[in-house]
């Protein structure tokens, strides 16, 4: 037994007989038909039957599965950034969190292409409470993140999770995924929470924060959809937040964002990964500033990566101009281009309600706005 039983994903000696026990599962089944489409069910049992590691899995079934999801729903998945990291080397990724379920898949499927080590990937367990779920996760090398703990136990979850995101990057080499704040960015706006950097501070053993950090090599990622699939499913919890209500959500909302995430029209998809952190680390470490302070300087600067490496597209242009009624940056867009935009509001969002028009382009727009403020800084 060890502690880390109840987070950990499979071992991959554990792999073959978990596919075994799931394989006849109906929502397996459907995702295998969906991943393997004209294969007959001898073929598909074959491939999770040849399965024996998490690796064979990921890149024989989810890689698949993924490709398909892009060929089917988006314009093509493009990246920057992968080909300057080193092989067979561990990173510790952070980056910002548009899909529950598609960014962690997007950033392997481009370390698997590049040759470079995939991640153990943080996921909530609030997001896994169906048993598939729970299981394909497993199978997908993520770890759970305990959500919904009182003070204590948050605290001793917290220091487990840091603990065995220090053990599987030092001691493994095995990358690791977490994004850089709780839950998904829903207005467009990414910050980094200092919550997250001092949880994963916890696992520093002997070493200050900061010497810790230069050793797991903190590499900010930003990701960067042209249209966002559930773009609309996140208005109410947005909507709740403008006048200041309690948002309960519905007891399917994350199941039925991550088919959405997975079937929705995504357009064109970016993925930029910086540089390894380094010298940005030793300015704060010698700052002779509080501790609190120093984990503000941190999510300033690796917000300021993830601003400077998202990519820009049409839309967030588009959005831009229409709410601040500009015509700033209409060389960025074709006229057909904004019209294509114009309509996809015009299906999601009643023009009437201006507080639901305001937000609904803010969540697009607000990259804009952060790479204006970071180009003000520079």
Not at 6 to 26: C, T
Not at 131 to 144: C, D, I, T, V, W
Not at 165 to 170: H, I, R
């Amino acid at each position: 037994m060890s502690k880390y039983d109840h987070i950990r994903p499979y071992h991959d000696e554990e792999v073959n007989h978990a596919l075994k026990a799931i394989g006849s599962h109906p929502m397996v089944k459907s995702m295998m038909k969906f991943i393997y489409p004209q294969a007959s069910e001898e073929y598909v049992q074959e491939q999770l039957a040849n399965c024996n590691s998490i690796r064979d899995f990921q890149t024989t079934v989810i890689t698949q599965g993924i490709q398909n999801v892009l060929s089917r729903s988006s314009h093509g998945l493009t990246t920057s950034g992968f080909d300057k990291l080193e092989n067979d080397t561990a990173y510790f990724y952070i980056s910002n969190h548009r899909d529950i379920l598609l960014d962690t898949c997007l950033i392997n499927i481009s370390l698997y292409k590049h040759d470079l080590t995939m991640t153990a990937s943080a996921i909530g367990d609030n997001l896994v409470r169906k048993s598939f779920l729970m299981e394909l996760a497993r199978l997908n090398r993520n770890f759970l993140v305990q959500r919904g703990l009182g003070p204590r136990e948050m605290l001793k979850s917290s220091k487990l999770m840091s603990e065995y995101m220090a053990e599987k990057v030092l001691k493994d080499n095995r990358s690791i995924w977490i994004a850089h704040r709780e839950g998904r960015t829903k207005d467009g706006n990414d910050v980094t929470q200092q919550g997250v950097l001092k949880m994963m501070g916890l696992g520093k053993g002997d070493d200050s924060v900061f010497e810790y950090f230069k050793k797991i090599k903190i590499v900010p990622v930003s990701i960067s959809y042209e249209f966002d699939p559930t773009d609309m499913y996140k208005m109410p919890e947005l909507m709740a937040k403008h006048y200041e209500e309690e948002y309960i959500k519905s007891s399917n909302e994350d199941f039925n964002s991550i088919l959405k995430g997975l079937t929705g029209q995504k357009k064109r998809i970016h993925i930029s990964a910086g540089e390894v952190l380094d010298v940005e680390l030793d300015e704060i470490a010698n700052s002779g500033e509080p501790a609190n302070k120093q984990f503000q300087q941190l999510a300033s600067v690796i917000d300021d990566k993830i601003h400077q490496y998202y990519k820009l597209w049409p839309t967030n242009y588009v959005a831009y101009d229409m709410l601040h009624k500009t015509e700033k940056y209409t060389e960025k867009y074709t006229d057909k281009e904004k019209r294509q935009f114009e309509r996809r509001v015009e299906r999601r969002i009643d023009a009437s309600d201006a507080v639901a028009y305001q937000n609904f382009l803010s969540m697009y727009a607000n990259p804009v706005l952060n790479k204006e403020q970071l180009n003000g800084k520079t």
